[in-house]
């Protein structure tokens, strides 16, 4: 069990820029969560998947955002033209449906 | 509204000391409860959970938590601070105990004095 993982670590990224981060849940998790964390805040929920299936999205930031989870192991979460306000560090959860939620290390995103 | 407040943005405690970090929800049911840690530049580390049952709840290095209904809070303590317990300290609720949306407070900052 290699735990949730998240690439990149960091990205930075010129504003307008598309950009895509990868969460890998542990392995035999069938939840998986996106959350992001700005400076001085805790997280902040945004998506969640049961294997492939979106199930919450209305909480995604603005229509910039979008998340999938094509096979029901990992996801990727893509903001469109990037803006600076989009700066923040982007946390992966992975769970068992019902169970406490294991977080990944995150990706930190700065746009210039 | 719907929320989860941590009052004490940041508290230092000296090293040996006992530590209590307060936490506090308003929903209409009892929610599911948890205590992260979070140091600089990692995720977050699970310390301990309240599903049901007892309300003194164990965790990992040596935290504690007690889910007190009539006051909705649900404290984290530790009865003797180690240098390396300095971290971000997170409180979340799930507010329909269904694995859905986690809601964090904001943290408090703890800083261990020697």
């Known amino acids: 069990d290699t735990g949730v993982s998240q690439d990149p670590r960091h990205k930075i990224t010129k504003r307008g820029q598309n950009v895509t981060f990868r969460c890998d849940p542990i392995s035999e998790h069938n939840r998986l969560y996106w959350y992001r964390q700005t400076l001085g805040q805790g997280p902040e929920f945004l998506t969640y998947?049961?294997?492939?299936?979106?199930?919450?999205k209305s909480r995604l930031l603005s229509d910039r955002f979008s998340a999938e989870r094509p096979k029901g192991s990992f996801s990727t979460l893509e903001i469109q033209r990037t803006e600076q306000g989009d700066s923040a560090m982007y946390l992966c959860?992975?769970?068992?449906?019902?169970?406490?939620?294991?977080f990944g290390p995150g990706t930190r995103l700065t746009v210039t | 509204a719907q929320s989860v407040t941590q009052p004490d943005i940041h508290i230092t405690v000296s090293e040996g000391a006992s530590l209590e970090l307060r936490c506090n929800y308003s929903y209409g049911a009892t929610p599911y409860l948890f205590w992260y840690v979070q140091s600089p530049g990692q995720g977050l580390q699970l310390l301990l959970k309240?599903?049901?049952?007892?309300?003194l709840v164990q965790g990992i290095k040596g935290f504690e938590a007690e889910f007190k209904r009539s006051q909705s809070s649900f404290n984290l303590r530790k009865p003797s601070v180690h240098w390396s317990d300095a971290a971000e300290y997170f409180c979340a609720v799930d507010a329909n105990q269904a694995g859905t949306a986690l809601i964090f407070g904001k943290g408090t900052t703890l800083s261990v004095s020697s």
């Open positions: 998947f049961q294997n492939e299936a979106q199930l919450e």
């Open positions: 959860a992975s769970t068992i449906a019902g169970a406490e939620q294991y």
């Open positions: 309240y599903f049901s049952g007892d309300t």
